[in-house]
């Protein structure tokens, strides 16, 4: 049985640092694509970051040189350091992840398993 679980969400003042974690279990072999999405209400989900099994990852604009992603092949996991954070990066953020190769694009269609999200608050 697949399962995405996220973890490390929280409240910090702009400017602050959080990081989230991922774990996808259910594969036996590491997932070849997992990827962090975010949400606020009345919005599209949107794509930040993802990562494959060649360590090439994907940034959305927005987060590039503020937010990394880091995949274990391993443990089947994907962090992501958060720093520089802004108040409009509250939401709630999801990790996916999809059993197909690829390239890992950052596109919601691209995942078929989604964890519960895990919510970030940031304060101004």
């Known amino acids: 049985q ?3 679980v996220e973890s490390g969400g929280g409240s910090v003042e702009a400017g602050g640092s959080l990081e989230l ?5 259910g594969n036996t072999n590491p997932w ?3 990827a962090w999405f975010r949400q606020t209400p009345g919005k599209e ?3 930040v970051a993802s990562a494959g099994r060649g360590g090439i990852t ?3 604009d927005f987060v590039r040189g503020r937010f990394t992603a880091t995949k274990d092949n391993r443990k ?7 720093h520089n954070l802004k108040p409009e990066d509250t939401a709630m953020y999801y ?5 197909n190769w690829g390239e890992c694009l950052l596109t919601r269609s691209r995942y078929n398993y989604w964890g519960q999200g895990t919510l970030v608050t ?3």
Do not use: H, I
Not at 76 to 82: I, R
Not at 95 to 99: I, L, P, R
């Open 2 to 4: 697949v399962r995405v």
């Open 21 to 25: 974690s991922c774990v996808a279990s």
């Open 32 to 34: 070849p694509c997992l």
């Open 45 to 47: 989900r949107e794509a």
């Open 58 to 60: 994907k940034y959305a």
């Open 76 to 82: 089947n996991t994907l962090d992501l350091e958060m």
């Open 95 to 99: 990790c996916a992840a999809d059993f």
């Open 122 to 124: 940031v304060s101004s």
